[in-house]
């Protein structure tokens, strides 16, 4: 069974940097765009980053650009995400998702386009 885990989150000061990773087993997702999302309390889930298949192409929601950066290293089944310069509104959880299918340019930006999701890690940025 497909299984994606996501770690990396914890309790950080604004400015302060982490890195989320995302493991997928169960099947090979180096055909699959991958995508990072957040959720914060009270607010629906968006969008944050998305890299395709063949990390030919990343796309970025505009209040992550220049600040975060998503890679993927196929050969681990592993997606990243690198957070800097955070802020405290990035409070949230983070989730990531796989979506099969598309070129290899792939990136997909809405979350009922992803098959897949990890359950979560929450990442807190104080003040």
């Known amino acids: 069974q497909a299984q994606l885990v996501e770690s990396g989150g914890g309790l950080v000061q604004a400015g302060d940097s982490l890195r989320l990773s995302c493991a997928a087993s169960?099947?090979?997702?180096?055909?699959?765009?991958m995508g990072w999302f957040r959720q914060a309390p009270g607010k629906e889930r968006e969008f944050v980053a998305t890299?395709?298949?063949?990390?030919?192409?990343?796309y970025y929601a505009d209040s992550v650009k220049g600040r975060f950066t998503i890679s993927r290293d196929n050969a681990k089944n592993t997606v990243y995400l690198q957070m800097n310069s955070l802020k405290p509104e990035d409070t949230a959880v983070y989730y990531c998702?796989?979506?099969?299918?598309?070129?290899?340019?792939?990136?997909?930006?809405?979350?009922?386009?992803?098959?897949?999701w990890g359950q979560g890690t929450q990442v807190t940025v104080s003040s």
């Open positions: 998702a796989a979506d099969i299918g598309g070129s290899a340019y792939y990136t997909p930006v809405r979350p009922i386009e992803y098959e897949y």
């Open positions: 169960g099947r090979t997702f180096s055909s699959y765009a």
């Open positions: 890299i395709s298949w063949s990390s030919g192409h990343t």
